[in-house]
T-cell receptor, first 113, second 112 residues
């Protein structure tokens, strides 16, 4: 059973459009991280959200942590070809002695010029 | 420059021929881990190490070994590789296990 479900799995849209991708779980997370991975490279951290209801902005990217800390969303405004990549969420369940991240399966985003 | 370095980046080999993928980090991180990435399955943790001489199994440890003799190095060993270990492998490090991970650029491994 996948602890973190990401949707959609694939998304292809035109440059300039807006989009939202989701990261959902039945577990409560102490924190949640978002990464972007480009071909031939490892994932790179975009943001960490910690507080339920927290909203963080990174230029055209807006990240939100659900009030119950079980889900998160990433909204991109006016998508650009440089946003193309695999977006991964990763959660920390916060159990002492089990200090690890669990990764979602990812959303592969393609922005068409 | 802070980085995690994996070698080799690409390897094609045959079933049963022992191989080692090296990983080194220059950030003095305590925590290091190995992941494999497969289509539709995401990143799955193979082994992790919370500090020197402390290693433990992740979610998919079968067929792999690791060692942590020095803080900066965390090699991944496949004693007898099999085709189901064909995958993209990532090494990562962080201050603690639940903190943001710094990833290497990956090793694409093909076992024939």
């Amino acid at each position: 059973t996948q602890l973190l479900e990401q949707s959609p799995q694939f998304l292809s849209i035109q440059e300039g459009e807006n989009l939202t991708v989701y990261c959902n779980s039945s577990s409560v997370f102490s924190s949640l991280q978002w990464y972007r991975q480009e071909p031939g490279e490892g994932p790179v951290l975009l943001v960490t959200v910690v507080t339920g209801g927290e909203v963080k902005k990174l230029k055209r990217l807006t990240f939100q942590f659900g009030d119950a800390r079980k889900d998160s969303s990433l909204h991109i405004t006016a998508a650009q070809p440089g946003d193309t990549g695999l977006y991964l969420c990763a959660g920390d369940v916060g159990n002492f002695g089990n200090e690890k991240l669990t990764f979602g399966t990812g959303t592969r985003l393609t922005i068409i010029p | 420059e802070a980085q995690v370095t994996q070698n080799p980046r690409y390897l094609i080999t045959v079933t049963g021929k022992k191989l080692t993928v090296t990983c080194s980090q220059n950030m003095n991180h305590e925590y290091m881990s190995w992941y494999r990435q497969d289509p539709g399955l995401g990143l799955r943790q193979i082994y992790y190490s919370m500090n020197v001489e402390v290693t433990d199994k992740g979610d998919v440890p079968e067929g792999y070994k690791v060692s942590r003799k020095e803080k900066r190095n965390f090699p991944l060993i496949l004693e007898s590789p099999s085709p189901n270990q064909t995958s993209l492998y990532f090494c990562a490090s962080s201050l603690k296990g639940f903190q943001p991970q710094h990833f290497g650029d990956g090793t694409r491994l093909s076992i024939l």
